[in-house]
């Protein structure tokens, strides 16, 4: 079991029905840090299981987009899905499928840049600037694919281990 969780703010485990969270809330709830994003962070894998399968409500992909500042095109790269499917949803209608689980990616990668830059603004930053290590190419380029993520989350630990080139 890993050591941190991943929640868009302390609502998301509060919008499953009583079947979900039955299976969901089995451990001690533990105090988790608010950040100014208003995202907190998981990585249970039953859990995260179980949010892809019930999906999420589209106002988290809202904030997710206005996090990462995504345009719609960048928006779709990213989620597989176009901005406006989304915005057409009722406000808690969940969206459900691949892009809940690109949206769980991000909420991992914001963690992790987080924690490492410490404010948002300078992790904003980082993502929109060129890299070398991502052949010139800015680390928010990549976020369109699975693989992408899991980059810029690698690249992110590195950092963190005073890894720079």
Known sequence: MSEYRTYFGDEIALDFNDEISDQVVKEPQAEYPKYDSGIQVWNDLVFKSIISRAGIAKEYFER?????????N?????????WKSIQNR??????NGPSVDRAIGLMELWD????????EEKL???????NAFFSGHAPIEQLDTPAGVEMVRRKIGQLKHGITA
Do not use: C, H, P
């Open 64 to 72: 997710l987009k206005n996090l990462f500042g995504l345009t719609n």
């Open 74 to 82: 960048q928006f779709q790269k990213v989620f597989a899905i176009t």
């Open 90 to 95: 009722e406000t808690k209608e969940r969206v």
């Open 112 to 119: 992790e840049g987080f924690d490492y830059f410490e404010n």
């Open 124 to 130: 904003i930053n980082w993502l929109k600037k060129s």
